[in-house]
Nanobody, 123 residues
Framework: QVQLVESGGGLVQAGGSLRLSCAAS????????MGWFRQAPGKEREFVAA????????YYADSVKGRFTISRDNAKNTVYLQMNMLKPEDTAAYYC????????????????WGQGTQVTVSS
C-alpha cells in the first residue's frame, strides 16, 4: 500500500505557474504508475496527466498539453506537475493517484489517492 500527499496548490493569476508535488510513502515508489487528476465544483473528476514507472513515457489530456509537464523523482518518492500558462478553467482540486499496473486515463483504474490540493486561477 502507498500513501500520497499533495502540496503546492494556491491562488495564481491567469498566465502564471504553479508546481504541484505528490510525496509517496509506504511502498517502493518506482513500482507505481502515477497520475494526476482534477475535479472542479459540479464537474466529474478528469484526467490531467500520467507517467510510467521509470518516467520514460508521459500522457496528457488535450486541454493541458503543451502547458503542463508531469515528472517524477524516484529517489525522492515524488511526482510533480509543473503547470504553466494557467487559465481560469484550470481551477480545480488536483489529486495524484497511483497504481502498480498501467492505469492510463481512467480514474477507476487507480487504487490509491491523495487528499487533493486546491488550485485557483483568477482572471
Amino acid at each position: 500500500q502507498v500513501q500520497l500527499v499533495e502540496s503546492g496548490g494556491g491562488l495564481v493569476q491567469a498566465g502564471g505557474s504553479l508546481r504541484l508535488s505528490c510525496a509517496a510513502s509506504g511502498r517502493t515508489f518506482s513500482d507505481y504508475f502515477m497520475g494526476w487528476f482534477r475535479q472542479a465544483p459540479g464537474k466529474e473528476r478528469e484526467f490531467v496527466a500520467a507517467i510510467t514507472w521509470s518516467g520514460v513515457s508521459t500522457y496528457y489530456a488535450d486541454s493541458v498539453k503543451g502547458r503542463f509537464t508531469i515528472s517524477r523523482d524516484n529517489a525522492k518518492n515524488t511526482v510533480y506537475l509543473q503547470m504553466n500558462m494557467l487559465k481560469p478553467e484550470d481551477t480545480a482540486a488536483y489529486y495524484c493517484a497511483a497504481d502498480q499496473y498501467y492505469s492510463g486515463r481512467s480514474d477507476r483504474e487507480y487504487d490509491y489517492w491523495g487528499q487533493g490540493t486546491q488550485v485557483t486561477v483568477s482572471s
